[in-house]
Structures are given as structure tokens and as C-alpha cells.
């Protein structure tokens, strides 16, 4: 491809429009969305709206006026992106804390099976969490094997099979229809992480009949730091299944002030405690940008994204970890080099902001909201330029800070 080439596509995006509504730092290509999504220009003046109005002049009254229901409202615009009911999503906590609610929850509602299984090499946190969780739940332990070996672990002991959609470090998607039925075969529930899937590529929890899922908002959807996740709980499942976090937000009548838990109906019992108000409010800013966006749409930048920076790769002979066909990868670029960290941190110093996965994934992330085909050209240009100067050697690269 040539610049003239990436010039044309993004003339005839139907999605360029969209770049003006984030405020992205002069001189910097941002391939990094996929960790932390960029800032959304609505946010910050909605962030000072909820600090001086919100707090400091209606202070409690607030709570009545708009903020108790928040969680639920927003559960709500997450719900078309990721293929679910209006009232089968809510935000809150983090995704962390919603895989631990939703692991408990699912042992035990299965007294007859004992086994969480999932995949060696999962993102950490779901693999450390399903660890905490089988170890609250009596009887309850967690298998972890090979992606290859995962048709054949599911047995009749399996209560729960827990698979990332799309993986953190190579970018491979599983196929959910297929994955959600070879669990209900084995007679185990099915619970999706899409944190590196949502936003990225279209998504339909219901069509593939999914049980349990959970996901960052941070990334792909701009959230913010740190900002609230979401899980979702397919209907029929609901009234059976109980948060082990039985906190007063989660209570059927929480102003009631009674000594003993109730569950609230429908989602609202997945909440804990009292919803981050100032992180809650950015993330719905952010998602209201979504509101007319065609995930079809944004699938197929992300297609063309990829294939330029693949080109770029091919070009210098690197080894792309990522799946070649769009529909079995997510939207991000990986490759594998012995030297990935210092050239991560060349790349940075360029204004080419990807970054590297231990122990040595170069990962570059492609947000068809905000960047366009010449953004990623150019990046590929640097790419080749410091692969083939070798500029990644120079001392100052191979220093590790400590988010990598
Ligand atoms: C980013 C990510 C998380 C992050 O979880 P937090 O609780 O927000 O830190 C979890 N799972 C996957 C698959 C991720 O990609």
C-alpha cells in the first residue's frame, strides 16, 4: 500500500467523522486503545458537569436524580453492542471482581459439578480469580489446559468453561456460537470475557445463546481509567443465580435497612456497594458516541487496519501471532520478536504509542473510531524504519518500567 492508497480509504470512510470527537495529542499515533481507550472531547467537561453541578450543588439530591440508576441505564447502552436485552447487562466493580461473582455463582448453582475450565495462557486476572473462586466453594477446582486440548476437558464435571473471546496477546477470537453450544453439550454453563472483544468486533451473546459474560469497558469502549465493568446474565438465568458479594446495592429494598439479604430481582443484584459516581458518568459519555455506530462498519476498518500493518510486517519478514482471517481475530496486530520490548520502546519514542506483551509480543492496537488508514501507514513506515536501522539497540530501549 501507499500513502496515496491510505489517503483514498480514508476518504471513503463512512467512519472518519468519528476521529474529531477524541482529543488525541499532537504528533502521536496511538495503537494502544485496546489497553486504555482514548480520551472521548465529551468527557471532560461531563466529568467537571458531575464534580460542580451534580456534587457540589445538588449533592445528595443527585442520588435521586439520576446517579441510583446509573448502573442499570448504562448496563443498557452496553446491552446492543454485545448482542444482549436491555435488562440483561449492568456496569459496575470491575471485571475482575465481576469474573469472581460470576464463577461463585455459577459453582453454585451446579452442586453436581465441581470443575471451572478455562485456557492456559487466559489474561491473568481470569485465571487468578477462577483460582480464588473454586477455592470458596467447597468440592470446586479449576483445569486450565491448552486452547487445543479444551474440546476434549470439557466432561461431565464441568460446571463452568470461562474462554476470553478474543485473546490479550495474539488476538485470536474463538467462534462463541460454537464454543456456548460444545458447553451446553457437555451440560456446563458458558461465561465469556470480552473485554478485548467489545467494541472491536460485533458481538451476539443471545444469538449464540451465552449464559454468562463479562468485560472492560476501558478499552475499545473509552471509558476511562479504571472505569466500570460489565456483566451480563442471560434471562432465563437470573432468578437462579445469587452474587456471593451479597452487598446492600445488590438487596431487593436497600433503603429498607433490613439485617438480612434479599436478592434483588433482574441485575441489580449483581451490584455490591455504591456505584463510582465520577467514573460511572465518564463511561456513559463515552458510550453515547456508540449509540449510532454500525459494528459491521467498524469490523471491517479494523480488517483493513490490520492488513496495512500486516503488509508492513511481511515487509520486514516478522512473525504476525495474529490470525490472517479477519473473522477469527479480534483488533489488535501482534508479532513475536526476541527484541519486541525495545522495539515497543522505539517505537514509542517516535510518537507510536503500541505496547509489549511479556515475554515478546509487539502489540499494536486498531481503534477504527480514531485512527485512520494514513495514521496506521505512517506507523508501519516507523515500524520498518527501526527494524531495518536497528535503532531498537540503542541502551536507552531496553529499560523496563513497570506497566509495560
Ligand atoms: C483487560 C482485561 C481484564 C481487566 O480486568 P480488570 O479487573 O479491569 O483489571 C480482564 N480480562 C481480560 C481478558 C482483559 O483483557
Known amino acids: ?36 481507550g482514548a480520551l472521548p472531547k465529551a468527557t471532560p467537561a461531563a466529568l467537571a458537569d458531575v464534580a460542580t453541578r451534580q456534587w457540589g450543588d445538588r449533592l445528595i439530591r443527585s442520588w435521586n436524580e439520576g446517579w441510583i440508576d446509573a448502573p442499570q441505564r448504562i448496563g443498557a447502552k452496553i446491552a446492543p453492542l454485545i448482542g444482549a436485552a436491555a435488562d440483561e447487562v ?11 461473582k460470576a464463577l461463585v455463582a455459577a ?11 478455562s485456557e492456559a495462557g487466559n489474561f491473568p486476572t481470569d485465571l487468578h480469580i477462577a483460582e480464588g473462586a473454586v477455592a470458596c466453594v467447597p468440592g470446586a477446582r479449576l483445569k486450565v489446559v491448552a486452547r487445543a486440548d479444551l474440546a476434549e476437558a470439557l466432561d461431565e464435571d464441568t460446571a463452568v468453561l470461562l474462554l476470553t473471546h478474543v485473546h490479550y496477546k495474539t488476538g485470536e477470537r474463538f467462534d462463541m456460537t460454537a464454543w456456548t453450544a460444545r458447553a451446553h453439550d457437555a451440560g456446563a454453563l458458558m461465561l465469556w470475557d470480552l473485554s478485548h472483544s467489545v467494541g472491536a468486533v460485533p458481538i451476539d451473546l443471545n444469538g449464540a445463546d451465552a449464559d454468562l459474560a463479562v468485560g472492560c469497558t476501558y478499552k475499545y469502549l473509552n471509558g476511562g481509567p479504571g472505569a466500570p465493568a460489565f456483566i451480563y446474565v442471560a434471562t432465563r438465568w437470573q432468578d437462579r443465580l445469587a452474587s456471593p458479594l451479597s452487598g446492600w446495592m445488590g438487596h431487593a429494598a436497600p433503603f429498607a435497612f433490613e439485617d438480612a439479604y434479599r436478592p434483588a ?55 504476525c501471532v495474529s490470525p490472517r482471517d479477519p473473522a477469527q481475530r479480534g483488533s489488535h496486530i501482534s508479532f513475536r520478536h526476541p527484541h519486541a520490548h525495545a522495539i515497543t520502546q522505539a517505537l514509542i519514542a517516535h510518537g507510536v504509542i503500541g505496547d509489549f506483551r511479556d515475554p515478546d509480543i509487539l502489540r499494536l492496537g486498531l481503534t477504527p473510531l480514531y485512527l485512520s488508514h494514513e495514521d496506521v501507514w505512517c506507523a508501519g513506515e516507523m515500524l520498518k524504519k527501526i527494524v531495518e536501522t536497528g ?13 509495560t
Open 1 to 36: 500500500m501507499t500513502l496515496d492508497e491510505a489517503r483514498a480509504l480514508d476518504a471513503a470512510d463512512p467512519l472518519a467523522a468519528y476521529r474529531a470527537q477524541f482529543a488525541l495529542p499532537e504528533g502521536v499515533i496511538y495503537l494502544d486503545g485496546n489497553s486504555l
Open 265 to 319: 430481582p433482574g441485575m441489580k443484584r449483581w451490584l455490591a456497594g455504591t456505584p463510582a459516581m465520577l467514573s460511572t458518568a465518564a463511561l456513559e459519555t463515552a458510550l453515547d458516541l456508540w449509540a449510532d455506530i454500525d459494528q459491521h462498519a467498524v469490523a471491517a476498518k479494523s480488517a483493513r487496519l490490520f492488513d496495512i500493518l500486516a503488509a508492513a510486517g511481511d515487509a520486514l519478514g516478522l512473525d
Open 107 to 117: 459453582l453454585r448453582a451446579n452442586p453436581d459439578r465441581h470443575t471451572v475450565l
Open 90 to 100: 449492568i456496569i459496575g466493580d470491575t471485571t475482575s471482581t465481576h469474573l469472581f
Open 391 to 403: 535503532e531498537w539497540q540503542n541502551p536507552q530501549y531496553s529499560e523496563r518500567l513497570a506497566v
